[in-house]
């Protein structure tokens, strides 16, 4: 039984940065981990994923492009989301999500919540103007 868990979301000023972890335990394989955001009233949309062997990175487009970094740490099982320049708009509860096989081979898949099959809780993370 794989179990994530978040930590690091609270409540920042406008312009400030800040660095979300998520930590995986109970699973010996993994292929991919990435960062999922929801907001009040939307979707859960995809923000960033990174391969575990390889750490090759995909991020969302326009809204979190050169503000977010993904990051892992293998031998600990974990995941960072770094976030430069925090913007109200960017107010979400946050999701790690994990998958321990290759994508199918279709354009974007990767960013779709249903080829995630474990998840953590969330952590919120609330950006004052």
């Known amino acids: 039984q794989v179990q994530l868990a978040e930590s690091g979301g609270g409540r920042v000023q406008a312009g400030a940065s800040l660095t979300l972890a998520c930590t995986m335990s109970g699973r010996a394989y993994i292929y991919a981990m990435a960062w999922f955001r929801q907001a009040p009233g939307k979707e859960r949309e995809f923000v960033a994923v990174?391969?575990?062997?390889?750490?090759?990175?995909?991020y969302a487009d326009d809204s979190v492009k050169g503000r977010f970094t993904i990051s892992r740490d293998t031998a600990k099982n974990t995941v960072d989301l770094s976030i430069d320049r925090v913007k109200v708009e960017d107010t979400a509860a946050y999701y790690c999500?994990?998958?321990?096989?290759?994508?199918?081979?279709?354009?974007?898949?990767?960013?779709?919540?249903?080829?995630?099959?474990?998840w953590g809780q969330g952590t919120q993370v609330t950006v004052s103007s």
């Open positions: 990174i391969t575990w062997n390889t750490g090759s990175t995909y």
């Open positions: 999500a994990a998958r321990f096989a290759p994508f199918p081979a279709s354009q974007n898949i990767h960013r779709s919540v249903t080829e995630y099959p474990s």
